[in-house]
């Protein structure tokens, strides 16, 4: 599955974030392994791609798949919104890898199903597709609890 390095990397990350108090299952992380938040946590959580303040959730910085001009650009093969691409993989906080984050046939089918879904009816409007997509999780959240 994952060689032992990169699951230490991903186990030292998880870590860092579960000590910081977040409360989230789902990581995004680049087939280069360089994360990108979380898909599960609170909206108010600082790594939530749901945070629209935050690092991972602004639609203006470069490491928020809502960035158009950064991960989220649809020319990167690493960006969620790529037809063409793998998008950002999904691992849990033991490192397990859980799928890709992506609207093309290599996304999962809990996530990326949805998303695609969303990203067709908002098309490269990143806000709607934001608000669209963290309501659902929200919902889903709701549901697990």
Known sequence: MYPVALKNYFLSIMLALICSGVSA???LFSPGNQFY???DCEESD??????RYGKFGSLYQSSSIWNGNGIGNVGRRDSPFSDMGIGLKMADTK???KGNLSISDKGDKEYSQSLKVIWGANRENYSAVRNGFCSLI???NDKKN
């Open 25 to 27: 299952e789902i990581f």
């Open 37 to 39: 938040g979380c898909l």
């Open 46 to 51: 600082k790594n939530s791609i749901c945070n």
């Open 95 to 97: 490192g397990n890898f």
């Open 138 to 140: 929200e919902k889903m």
